[in-house]
């Protein structure tokens, strides 16, 4: 019975077993009627054990023995936790309709009210999940009656729409995979979507249908582009004074930036309320989907979890730093009191050129210096019928950047390294012809040998670039600021390196593409599209640059960690 969380152990390098565990699956029945299949997994020390209590919510199938849910939930109860697993309404064994974000606050609060009349409970709570279950998390959190000691969320945002939509530009790739792979009730393998036919096709709003399905979760975000009633009504908010968090994340996750957002407003909501602060960890991940693969996202995630619990639910252990990321170049993580790393403005580099720094043919360059006379801006025609592909997750960005529609901006090579840590922005003077358009930035690592190692990027959609309700179109030909995030980073550029900022308007199917015109991009065919001319200034009346978090190096880079 035991044999995989132990394995599991020895894998991901936890600490040993302290107690067996047992699960048993039961029928919760809510006050609609409704049954969701929950399985308390609990410690076995003899008679009855009263313990502190985990609750899990998933969207996966928590009865599946090898399913990391499960796993996982084993490992908390063989650390001294009664851990309360439980398949959302819809999903799997559970009854009802699963709507994705709908129920979550509702049936999370029932649960808690069971929990907290069981025998087993000792009174102390805590609310865990990642992905989609991390979401649920945040739901039952504020839908919760009984007092939570303990939230520990991975690679989930709070906001369901900051992670679908960052920028005003929907992340197609991932949405339309993650809302037609969803299901109806199980999830659908990766290999049963016809992803290749269906992330190209137009419009945006029936690609589910390509990919396998109609799916009305799916076009029912798409049918929402801002953040309206809609999505307020599924938003968690952060509560007044919030339990002590600890938030796991990956450089690479799509949840980043919403992660960051929320640990923003948690450390302000702890501020006022007087409060714990909240705990982060990110590491050079994505999220993980099974055992076999990122241990050491699973193994870092899980031994900050149980730190974490332990010193909340249960008075043990000693508090540690409570900002922890990992760095590459230095390849070890590094300790801080708070998130942002480091304060003040950030170091800028500012785009110079001749108006002609199309591709790495041409002569874009990044300066510390500000333009101090005249120059050109750089032009370029994006295409929605022939969008600027997507590099990333570390890729070798030299075959985008071989295109007439992506300006290369390059700084010299570094005389002395240069460790970024943090939010990255870029301030950009840029012009179109076309009533919207969308503007996107990469920032990239150059090598001395030429290869681009994609670091992060962003988009931002012209329409919504003041935020607001109601979309403001531009100007023709008339120079905006677009102001685009472009995440975060965390990494040591090496002395010799060059820094490179790519400009263009597309990053297709990260993003979906912007048709350049006052149509819905949702509901955009190939008819309502047309190329659109775009011009990027930089002058001393359009000082666009690239703002970068510089910190201070480590003293102790030259040793990395051995579990990176």
């Known amino acids: 019975m035991s044999i995989l969380p132990r394995a599991a152990r020895r894998l991901l390098g936890l600490p040993p077993r302290r107690h067996r565990s047992a699960f048993e699956t039961q029928w919760l029945r809510l006050s609609d009627g409704v049954r969701l299949s929950t399985t308390v997994v609990r410690p076995l020390a003899g008679d009855a054990l009263r313990a502190p209590a985990i609750l899990v919510r998933t969207a996966s199938p928590a009865h599946a023995r090898a399913h990391p849910a499960l796993l996982g939930s084993r490992i908390l109860a063989e650390s001294g936790y009664v851990v309360v697993i439980q398949e959302c309404r819809g999903r799997h064994a559970s009854e009802g309709e699963f709507t994705p974000f709908e129920s979550e606050a509702r049936d999370g609060r029932e649960t808690i009210d069971w929990i907290a009349g069981q025998e087993w409970f000792d009174g102390r709570l805590g609310l865990v999940g990642y992905g989609y279950s991390g979401f649920a998390a945040w739901s039952a959190l504020a839908g919760a009656a009984a007092p939570v000691g303990a939230l520990a969320v991975a690679f989930a945002a709070r906001d369901p729409h900051a992670l679908l939509y960052p920028g005003g530009a929907f992340t197609l790739a991932n949405g339309l995979a993650w809302g037609v792979g969803l299901g109806q009730r199980e999830a659908v393998p990766t290999r049963r979507l016809d992803l290749e036919r269906a992330l190209p096709f137009l419009p945006v709003r029936e690609a589910d249908r390509v990919a396998l399905r109609q799916v009305d979760g799916f076009r029912t975000w798409l049918d929402h582009p801002r953040p309206d009633d809609f999505w307020a009504s599924v938003v968690a908010p952060v509560p007044s004074k919030p339990p002590p968090t600890l938030l796991v994340a990956g450089w690479y996750d799509g949840a980043l930036g919403p992660q960051l957002d929320d640990y923003a407003a948690l450390k302000r909501a702890a501020r006022d309320a007087g409060g714990s602060a909240p705990e982060l960890v990110v590491g050079p991940w994505s999220i993980p989907t099974r055992p076999g693969i990122a241990a050491s996202a699973w193994g870092e995630a899980l031994r900050s979890c149980l730190s974490f619990l332990g010193r909340h639910l249960r008075d043990a252990g000693e508090p540690p730093a409570p900002v922890r990321v990992f760095v590459r170049g230095e390849n070890r993580w590094r300790d801080a009191p708070a998130w942002p790393v480091s304060d003040g403005e950030g170091r800028a580099f500012y785009l110079h050129s001749a108006g002609r720094a199309n591709s790495l043919a041409g002569d874009g360059e990044l300066h510390a210096e500000p333009p101090r006379s005249a120059q050109p801006p750089d032009r370029f025609v994006y295409d929605p019928a022939d969008p600027v592909p997507t590099r990333g997750g570390g890729g070798d960005q030299r075959a985008v950047e071989s295109r007439d529609d992506v300006l290369c901006y390059t700084t010299t090579p570094l005389a002395e390294g240069l460790v970024v840590i943090g939010r990255v922005r870029v301030e950009l003077f840029a012009a179109s012809n ?34 607001g309700s109601a979309p403001l179109w531009l100007e023709p030909d ?68 690239l703002v970068l978090p510089v910190a201070p190096a480590d003293p102790g880079a030259s040793a990395p960690d051995a579990r990176a």
């Open 434 to 467: 076309a009533p919207d358009t969308d503007f996107t930035a990469k920032l990239v690592d150059v090598a001395p040998n030429g290869v681009a190692i994609h670091l992060c990027d962003g988009a931002l959609r012209g329409r919504w670039r003041e935020g």
């Open 478 to 545: 008339a120079p905006q600021v677009f102001e685009i995030d472009l995440g975060a980073a965390a990494v040591r550029l090496p002395a010799g390196h060059r820094i490179r900022l790519e400009v263009s308007s597309s990053n297709f199917p990260r993003f979906d593409r912007n048709p350049n015109t006052r149509a819905e991009p949702a509901r955009a065919t190939a008819e309502n599209c047309a190329p659109a001319r775009q011009a990027v200034h930089h002058d001393p009346e359009h000082l666009s640059r």
